[in-house]
């Protein structure tokens, strides 16, 4: 039988076909979160993970949503803040007459720049 293999499709280190026990299994909490459209994803921890250290909130793999280990009370998504430009952000900043001010004053600083500018009446 040339090109034969016994043990072709098992585990190195499996121990016998059919073995149930493959060692020792770790104490674990399971842990139940819920998405507002209600759908429930189960997390497991380990049984000596302190109840501070689990997560309040997840994102749920099937929706992308937050989900949450209250399931009368999902969390619901956060709104997203639009893009604001540069400009919105200046005009946060100061109001029109002072960008007026800051305006003339630019301008000013490029006509004498240019050699352009109005001679001040004295």
Partial sequence: MAGSNAIRGA????GPMGEKDHGA???RTQVSYWDALGNETVRYFA???AEEDIPEQIDSPS????AGRDRENPPVLAKNEPYKTHLAYVKERRTPD???EL???ALEKLR???GTAKK???
């Fill in 11 to 14: 585990r190195v280190g499996s």
């Fill in 25 to 27: 299994r770790a104490d």
């Fill in 47 to 49: 049984s000596d993970v």
């Fill in 63 to 66: 929706t992308g949503l937050p």
């Fill in 98 to 100: 002072e960008a007026e």
């Fill in 103 to 105: 305006l003339e004053q």
């Fill in 112 to 114: 004498l720049r240019r």
């Fill in 120 to 122: 001040a009446a004295v």
